[in-house]
């Protein structure tokens, strides 16, 4: 399952305190350009792959597979580059103006709807470990997106996991901070950063992390949802798109700044994961 979008409001299935929610699996870039949400603040899952957020203060995130941001309400933030790379990603606003008309259709009491709202009152964006039952939470939802109005009871059990969800999150939010995020999707993602263009094998970067090449690529795919190798290829192409709108280096001088065997190849890799060509994106900047 590939190239899927979806995306609702809370209002059409009665559930006020979501703002909105959406899904995508896209298998290329999409764009994400700078903007803010005045209802509260959003929520982002990354299932499968990793995605990176760029703040209006300048501070970068990477996210990771099986982790959470949370972005505080009315704070600027846009994907790095404008584009959000092929990834699993779940995302959630929530509508805290009224904490009474949120309560509605919810288990939630008034203390506990405080609770929620402080907990979501953030001073910062946070980067959080999903809990397994969170993660089956978000799984469950997206079964029955995929199942769609076919369901009678559609409505009822996407209002059920949305609050499922939203009391996970909240516990995540209480018991975690991003200190706890295992370090070794970091450490490697790091290294490949600094030694893209002497193009490092799997087992180079096993061997930076301390870690024997099968004990590294099976806690990395565990960690981050994708292959260390995929994990390079899409780091080149971010720094490949950085450079393109900021260098006049031709294309065939990146490919070798960037470790590809020739432009051909990076051209064709380009394109698989941004949708265009080098040239297309150099211009359309």
Known sequence: ????????????VALPLIYSIGFHNYNYSTELKEHLHPTGPEISY??????????????????????????PQNVLHRGVEEIITPCWLFWYILDLRDLETARKNTPFTAAEMKLIFEAFTLESCRLLTVSPELARHFSRLLELLHQGKNNPWFD???RLVLNQIVLGTVQCLQQHTAAGMDLLVTRARDYMRQHLAANPT?????????LSESQFTRR??????????DCLQRL??????????????SITELAFQLGFASSQYFSSVFKRYTGVTPRHWRKSG
Not at 1 to 12: L, V
Not at 51 to 69: C, K, N, R, V, Y
Not at 202 to 210: L, S
């Open 220 to 229: 990395f795919k565990r960690e981050a949802g994708i292959t260390p190798a």
């Open 46 to 71: 990354v299932m499968k792959g990793f995605a990176q957020w760029q703040l209006g203060s300048g501070l970068a995130l990477e996210q990771s597979g099986g982790t959470l941001t949370a972005i």
């Open 202 to 210: 799997v087992d180079d970067i096993a061997a930076a992390c301390g």
């Open 1 to 12: 399952m590939s190239g899927i979008r979806y995306c609702f409001t809370g209002t059409e």
């Open 156 to 158: 009822a059990e996407i």
């Open 236 to 249: 080149r192409i971010e720094a490949a798109c950085r450079a393109l709108r900021e260098t006049g280096a």
